[in-house]
């Protein structure tokens, strides 16, 4: 059993920046491929950033694409999001997840487990 804990979140105005953190306890996230998904208001969850267990392969959203960067630290057992440029449509609850199953993956199916989300709100 894992447990994810995101932090991070905020208010900041567009074109601003948040660094979001996923540290997990109970177990090492060595073998997990992790991903962060968000969930604007009133809209269904979406993927954002995936990276594999090597920390070697990195994907994207393409709505994110050179803005934001996923990244790990194994030794660490934590995972970060660094989110620049923040438009208000990026206003949405972050989650991470990890998956046992993949390497990698963009599906919230193949994922194992969640943290309890953290609120990102970007204003006008």
């Known amino acids: 059993q894992v447990q994810l804990v995101e932090s991070g979140g905020g208010l900041v105005q567009a074109g601003g920046s948040l660094r979001l953190s996923c540290a997990a306890s109970g177990r090492t996230l060595a073998s997990y491929a992790m991903a962060w998904f968000r969930q604007p208001p009133g809209k269904e969850r979406e993927f954002v950033a995936a990276?594999?267990?090597?920390?070697?392969?990195?994907y994207y959203a393409d709505i994110v694409k050179g803005r934001f960067t996923i990244s790990r630290d194994n030794a660490k057992n934590t995972m970060w999001l660094q989110m620049n440029s923040l438009k208000p449509e990026d206003t949405a609850v972050y989650y991470c997840?990890?998956?046992?199953?993949?390497?990698?993956?963009?599906?919230?199916?193949?994922?194992?487990?969640w943290g309890q989300g953290t609120q990102v709100t970007v204003s006008s």
């Open positions: 997840a990890a998956s046992t199953v993949v390497p990698v993956a963009s599906t919230e199916d193949l994922y194992d487990y």
């Open positions: 990276i594999s267990w090597s920390g070697s392969g990195r």
